[in-house]
Protein backbone atom coordinates (compact mmCIF):
# COMPACT_ATOMS: atom_id res chain seq x y z
CA UNK A 1 0.00 0.00 0.00
CA UNK A 2 1.62 3.23 -1.08
CA UNK A 3 1.85 6.22 0.96
CA UNK A 4 1.59 10.25 0.12
CA UNK A 5 4.97 10.10 -1.01
CA UNK A 6 4.06 7.08 -3.11
CA UNK A 7 6.60 4.45 -1.50
CA UNK A 8 4.75 1.41 -0.39
CA UNK A 9 4.71 0.03 3.12
CA UNK A 10 5.43 -3.29 4.34
CA UNK A 11 2.40 -5.32 4.49
CA UNK A 12 3.08 -6.62 8.09
CA UNK A 13 3.07 -2.57 8.68
CA UNK A 14 0.25 -2.18 6.88
CA UNK A 15 -1.38 -5.39 8.58
CA UNK A 16 -0.21 -3.93 11.59
CA UNK A 17 -2.09 -0.23 11.39
CA UNK A 18 -5.47 -2.63 10.41
CA UNK A 19 -5.07 -4.12 12.99
CA UNK A 20 -5.12 -1.24 15.72
CA UNK A 21 -8.00 0.19 13.71
CA UNK A 22 -10.08 -2.31 14.56
CA UNK A 23 -9.12 -1.96 17.85
CA UNK A 24 -9.42 1.35 18.19
CA UNK A 25 -13.28 0.96 16.69
CA UNK A 26 -13.67 -2.01 19.26
CA UNK A 27 -12.45 0.75 21.89
CA UNK A 28 -14.58 3.63 20.63
CA UNK A 29 -17.93 1.19 20.81
CA UNK A 30 -17.56 -0.14 24.02
CA UNK A 31 -16.71 3.15 25.22
CA UNK A 32 -19.87 4.07 23.71
CA UNK A 33 -22.13 1.55 25.22
CA UNK A 34 -20.81 1.82 28.64
CA UNK A 35 -20.88 5.85 28.43
CA UNK A 36 -24.52 5.27 27.54
CA UNK A 37 -25.42 2.61 30.43
CA UNK A 38 -23.49 4.91 32.93
CA UNK A 39 -25.66 8.00 31.62
CA UNK A 40 -29.15 6.07 31.73
CA UNK A 41 -28.38 5.12 35.70
CA UNK A 42 -27.03 8.38 36.61
CA UNK A 43 -29.74 10.25 34.83
CA UNK A 44 -32.48 8.10 35.98
CA UNK A 45 -31.09 8.87 39.85
CA UNK A 46 -31.23 12.25 39.08
CA UNK A 47 -34.55 12.59 37.94
CA UNK A 48 -35.69 10.41 40.74
CA UNK A 49 -34.34 12.99 43.45
CA UNK A 50 -36.11 16.22 41.16
CA UNK A 51 -39.14 14.01 41.57
CA UNK A 52 -39.17 13.33 45.00
CA UNK A 53 -38.05 16.97 45.47
CA UNK A 54 -41.64 17.88 43.32
CA UNK A 55 -43.82 15.40 45.52
CA UNK A 56 -42.02 16.90 48.42
CA UNK A 57 -42.94 20.48 47.90
CA UNK A 58 -46.47 20.14 46.73
CA UNK A 59 -46.70 17.89 50.22
CA UNK A 60 -45.17 20.63 51.67
CA UNK A 61 -48.59 23.04 50.25
CA UNK A 62 -51.11 21.10 51.03
CA UNK A 63 -49.99 20.23 54.58
CA UNK A 64 -49.59 24.23 54.99
CA UNK A 65 -53.09 24.26 53.99
CA UNK A 66 -54.24 22.19 57.19
CA UNK A 67 -52.30 24.59 59.35
CA UNK A 68 -49.52 21.78 59.66
CA UNK A 69 -46.42 24.87 59.54
CA UNK A 70 -43.89 23.29 61.10
CA UNK A 71 -44.68 20.24 58.84
CA UNK A 72 -44.78 21.90 56.11
CA UNK A 73 -41.78 23.66 56.74
CA UNK A 74 -40.08 20.61 56.98
CA UNK A 75 -41.42 19.27 53.56
CA UNK A 76 -40.09 22.15 52.06
CA UNK A 77 -36.84 22.09 53.43
CA UNK A 78 -36.42 18.35 52.38
CA UNK A 79 -37.67 19.51 48.90
CA UNK A 80 -34.99 21.95 49.09
CA UNK A 81 -32.09 19.63 50.31
CA UNK A 82 -33.52 16.92 47.29
CA UNK A 83 -33.28 19.69 44.39
CA UNK A 84 -29.95 20.51 45.71
CA UNK A 85 -28.50 17.14 45.24
CA UNK A 86 -29.75 16.34 42.09
CA UNK A 87 -28.13 19.41 41.28
CA UNK A 88 -25.13 18.77 43.11
CA UNK A 89 -25.18 15.44 41.12
CA UNK A 90 -25.32 16.71 37.72
CA UNK A 91 -22.08 18.68 38.76
CA UNK A 92 -20.82 15.91 39.72
CA UNK A 93 -21.24 13.58 37.12
CA UNK A 94 -19.80 15.91 34.58
CA UNK A 95 -16.66 16.42 36.52
CA UNK A 96 -15.92 12.80 37.33
CA UNK A 97 -16.45 11.90 33.63
CA UNK A 98 -13.41 14.18 32.70
CA UNK A 99 -11.77 12.77 34.81
CA UNK A 100 -11.95 9.54 33.50
CA UNK A 101 -11.49 10.46 30.13
CA UNK A 102 -8.43 12.34 30.68
CA UNK A 103 -7.42 9.55 32.62
CA UNK A 104 -7.99 7.22 29.69
CA UNK A 105 -6.66 9.34 26.96
CA UNK A 106 -3.16 9.42 29.61
CA UNK A 107 -3.26 5.71 29.54
CA UNK A 108 -3.31 5.51 25.37
CA UNK A 109 -1.25 8.09 24.71
CA UNK A 110 1.54 7.82 26.56
CA UNK A 111 1.31 3.73 28.57
CA UNK A 112 -0.73 1.48 26.91
CA UNK A 113 -1.61 0.24 23.57
CA UNK A 114 -5.21 1.13 22.61
CA UNK A 115 -6.26 -2.36 22.15
CA UNK A 116 -5.24 -3.91 24.82
CA UNK A 117 -6.49 -0.82 26.86
CA UNK A 118 -9.73 -1.69 25.17
CA UNK A 119 -9.79 -5.27 26.25
CA UNK A 120 -9.62 -4.51 29.68
CA UNK A 121 -12.57 -2.23 29.64
CA UNK A 122 -14.72 -5.02 27.73
CA UNK A 123 -13.50 -7.66 30.21
CA UNK A 124 -14.34 -5.38 33.31
CA UNK A 125 -17.58 -4.45 31.51
CA UNK A 126 -18.81 -7.97 31.34
CA UNK A 127 -18.08 -8.31 35.00
CA UNK A 128 -21.45 -9.40 37.07
CA UNK A 129 -21.87 -9.76 40.50
CA UNK A 130 -19.14 -9.91 43.17
CA UNK A 131 -15.51 -9.96 41.83
CA UNK A 132 -12.84 -11.41 43.35
CA UNK A 133 -9.40 -10.82 42.54
CA UNK A 134 -6.33 -12.60 42.73
CA UNK A 135 -4.00 -9.96 44.40
CA UNK A 136 -5.95 -8.44 47.63
CA UNK A 137 -2.81 -5.61 47.63
CA UNK A 138 -3.54 -4.48 44.09
CA UNK A 139 -7.15 -4.50 44.59
CA UNK A 140 -7.20 -2.42 47.43
CA UNK A 141 -4.73 -0.15 45.87
CA UNK A 142 -6.84 0.14 42.79
CA UNK A 143 -9.74 0.93 45.11
CA UNK A 144 -7.88 3.73 46.42
CA UNK A 145 -6.90 4.74 42.95
CA UNK A 146 -10.62 5.04 41.48
CA UNK A 147 -11.73 6.80 45.17
CA UNK A 148 -9.21 9.20 44.24
CA UNK A 149 -10.43 9.75 40.50
CA UNK A 150 -13.85 9.75 41.59
CA UNK A 151 -13.45 12.20 44.52
CA UNK A 152 -11.10 14.30 42.58
CA UNK A 153 -7.62 14.49 44.86
CA UNK A 154 -4.27 15.46 43.21
CA UNK A 155 -6.24 17.06 40.51
CA UNK A 156 -4.62 18.79 37.16
CA UNK A 157 -6.89 21.45 37.91
CA UNK A 158 -8.99 20.56 34.44
CA UNK A 159 -5.99 20.47 31.99
CA UNK A 160 -4.07 17.76 30.30
CA UNK A 161 -1.23 18.06 28.09
CA UNK A 162 -2.43 16.99 24.40
Not at 42 to 69: F, M
Not at 79 to 104: K, T
Not at 140 to 145: N, P, S, V, W
Amino acid sequence: MPDQTGQRFPEEDVARMREELRELRTLLSITEENERRAEDAAADAINSLEHYAAELRQLGSRIAQHGLADEADTARNLASLMGSRAQRARSERREVYGRLRALLYLLMRDHLPTGSLAQAIGTATTLTGEVRFSSQHLADYAGDLATRLIVGRESTHGEVDA
